[in-house]
């Protein structure tokens, strides 16, 4: 599940699931080493894809 989401401010903090955080382009995005047990560059793809679609129909699996 992928949640779109804006920050309030720009003071990203990393939490108990994340290491480090910061705001990403989808390039910079595709050349993030991820763990392929939790997310697929397809993910990527998709998310990215979504926040830019003018209309977005949600996928379930």
Excluded: Y
């Excluded at 990403?24 to 763990?35: C, D, H, I, K, Y």
């Amino acid at each position: 599940m992928f949640i779109a989401c804006l920050p309030e401010n720009r003071a990203l903090k990393s939490g108990i699931e994340t290491a480090k955080v910061q705001l990403f382009t989808r390039e910079q995005a595709l050349q993030v080493p991820l763990s392929l047990q939790r997310n697929l560059p397809a993910d990527i793809e998709m998310a990215f894809d979504a926040h830019t679609a003018s209309h977005w129909m949600t996928k379930f699996d």
